[in-house]
């Protein structure tokens, strides 16, 4: 009779089953889902092909044929990229009808901003000194746009423009909208009927107008509200505009968020004795920010697209100081395909970098219920 002592004597003298895997090498396992099948190889081949072509076309048209010397006359007789355009328009571009010699200052602005958000986007800075640094950048960044102190010139919002502009409209259109929406979100959720009602309705009707007619509104309307004698900066109504707007949707963005943490966890804050506001901040709101990370990053990715709507109020974003370089009467019809892919390049950036940061956001704080 075989008793289990007898199995497992046997079981270990048998030799360790091999998985399939084992002692293929990491070319055979990364190519086999590439050439695995006829169809496979098929698909890889063409995509290569297609790869091909796309990088000969761009190299031939960004080095190999590309115009490097010269002026206007020299880049209509080119076949590739006209550079001499970059060379003549790049600071126009960027920093549009600023005044040319107080460029430092706007590109100084931009680098606290930037250093600014670097610093807050690691995880193990988020304390209370962050309010001190934005409070500390929010500063130097009025004194150095604005001027009028310290000896620097004072410069006119008329004249503010170009790619810090867009930079500025969005980003404190952002800032200051997502406590605003934050409220809101909760004020919709409220059992409170008319806090509930309200905030049903103004969500609902900055929701249903396009942002370029809020625009107009802000832009047209609002001084006809206000008191004899006295006039709101055109920048400041439409960064008012901008504000309300973005607070709508990211409202409905943190809802969702809201109505995505169980039932159990409002049961358990009440259990242990915290008011709504307790439960609110020390419970709900942490995991409700953390479900809404996707829809408030895309969010703010088409907010920043989206500040290019502000050229029908007469300020000139980065998109418009692009175009104006290219309608200038030495460069018109010339260097069209420079200046659209220049502008695609810095918006894909921008976008692309703010994408990146959410999906480490949601790697790192593991969203989801198990």
Request: proline share 5%.
């Amino acid at each position: 009779m075989t008793t289990a002592t007898d199995i497992a004597e046997a079981q270990l003298k048998r030799p360790a089953e091999r998985r399939p895997d084992s002692g293929r090498g990491l070319l055979h396992r990364t190519f086999k889902p590439l050439i695995g099948t006829p169809v496979n190889a098929a698909v890889t081949l063409a995509c290569l092909w297609v790869l091909w072509l796309g990088i000969k076309g761009t190299y031939g048209w960004l080095i190999a044929r590309a115009v490097t010397e010269g002026g206007p006359e020299a880049c209509k007789v080119g076949q590739g990229a006209c550079w001499p355009f970059f060379e003549a328009k790049l600071r126009f571009m960027i920093f549009g009808v600023y005044p040319y010699e107080e460029h430092w200052r706007v590109l100084l602005v931009m680098v606290l901003f930037l250093g600014a958000i670097g610093i807050t986007m690691i995880p193990r800075f988020w304390t209370k000194g962050l309010l001190y640094l934005w409070g500390s950048v929010i500063i130097a960044t009025a004194v150095l746009i604005s001027g009028g102190v310290f000896g620097l010139r004072h410069v006119p919002t008329t004249q503010w423009s170009g790619l810090p502009l867009s930079f500025l409209l969005s980003a404190v259109g952002l800032a200051l909208g997502f406590p605003l929406g934050v409220v809101l979100a909760l004020a919709r959720a409220s059992q409170l009927p008319a806090i509930r009602v309200l905030a049903v309705i103004f969500i609902e009707v900055i929701r249903g107008v396009p942002l370029i007619s809020i625009l107009f509104m802000a832009s047209v309307m609002l001084p006809l509200f206000m008191p004899s004698g006295i006039t709101v900066d055109k920048l400041l109504r439409a960064q008012i505009a901008i504000v309300i707007f973005a607070a709508a949707y990211i409202a409905e963005a943190v809802r969702g968020g809201l109505q995505a943490i169980p039932r159990g966890q409002y049961e358990a804050a009440n259990a242990m004795g915290l008011h709504y506001w307790q439960a609110m901040r020390l419970i709900v709101l942490p995991q409700a920010l953390k479900v809404s990370i996707p829809p408030l990053v895309n969010i703010s990715i088409g907010f920043f697209q989206d500040t290019t709507l502000v050229t029908i109020i007469g300020l000139l974003d980065f998109l418009t100081t692009v175009r104006t370089a290219m309608q200038d009467p030495a460069w018109v019809g010339i260097a069209v395909m420079e200046g659209y892919i220049f502008a695609a390049v810095v918006y894909l950036v921008l976008s692309y970098g703010m994408g990146a940061y959410s999906r480490f956001l949601e790697r790192r704080l593991r969203l989801g219920y198990d």
